[in-house]
């Protein structure tokens, strides 16, 4: 069973901070890692994903995220965030090779940017 | 980027009524999915759908919520009867093939049950 974890519920930063937000999984097998963004009314749009080769994957908009399989973590960085980043953010965890994909989210952060 | 459009955005019905939600996913996508997300909560699965059959479906999805793709059209959840505690924005999803591949999601039906 997958499962992931987000420990931080909500993340305040100012404009033009960095920001890194925190994902924990638990699979021991093949494991495929993603992570989205909701605007507030609106669906998830994706960010980027992470199944195998160099742990630190870049993704639209400025966003990247690291691959560490000792810490089980797949935290989202951006090194200075604009206004329009406030949103949700979702983690999610698949084991490739089931049937479809079938992702597993987290339960989201949600980060707020100030002027 | 590809989009999936899902109607209506908003849907508010009776109790015990019957409720289909459409989704139009990505024209050339074979995988599709509902999630359903309560205000305030994490998205949870709730069925996947390829070759005209579920591949696998979650717990929350009851015997009352059927999906289905007629020839093509749209992708639909039904739920027949609904209950209060269907009340949440179901989303819709679809992806190019399984496992890695990325799934694009539309922005979701609110489904009110009174």
């Known amino acids: 069973t997958q499962t992931v974890s987000q420990s931080d519920a909500h993340v305040t930063v100012f404009e033009g901070d960095s920001v890194e937000l925190r994902c924990n999984y638990s699979?021991?097998?093949?494991?495929?890692l993603s992570w989205y963004i909701q605007h507030h009314g609106h669906g998830l749009q994706f960010l980027l994903k992470?199944?195998?080769?160099?742990?630190v994957v870049q993704g639209v908009n400025g966003f990247e995220a690291e691959f560490s399989k000792s810490d089980s973590s797949f935290h989202l960085r951006k090194a200075s965030v604009h206004w329009s980043d406030s949103a949700v953010y979702f983690c999610?965890?698949?084991?490739?090779?089931?049937?479809?994909?079938?992702?597993?989210f987290g339960i989201g952060t949600l980060l707020s940017v100030k002027p | 980027g590809p989009k999936v459009l899902q109607i209506p955005s908003h849907q508010i019905i009776d109790m015990g009524q019957m409720v289909t939600l459409n989704c139009d996913p990505v024209s050339n996508h074979l995988y599709f999915y509902w999630y359903k997300q309560i205000l305030g909560q994490q998205m949870e699965f709730l069925v996947n759908f390829y070759n005209g059959k579920v591949m696998e479906k979650s717990k929350l999805f009851k015997d009352q919520f059927s999906v289905e793709r007629p020839d093509g059209s749209y992708f639909t959840l039904k739920i027949q009867p609904t209950a209060l505690e269907d009340s949440a924005v179901y989303f819709c999803?679809?992806?190019?093939?399984?496992?890695?591949?990325?799934?694009?999601f539309g922005s979701g039906t609110r489904l009110t049950v009174l």
């Open positions: 992470y199944y195998s080769g160099n742990p």
């Open positions: 699979y021991g097998g093949s494991i495929y």
């Open positions: 999610a965890v698949s084991a490739y090779g089931s049937s479809g994909n079938k992702l597993i």
């Open positions: 999803a679809s992806s190019l093939s399984g496992g890695i591949e990325t799934l694009y």
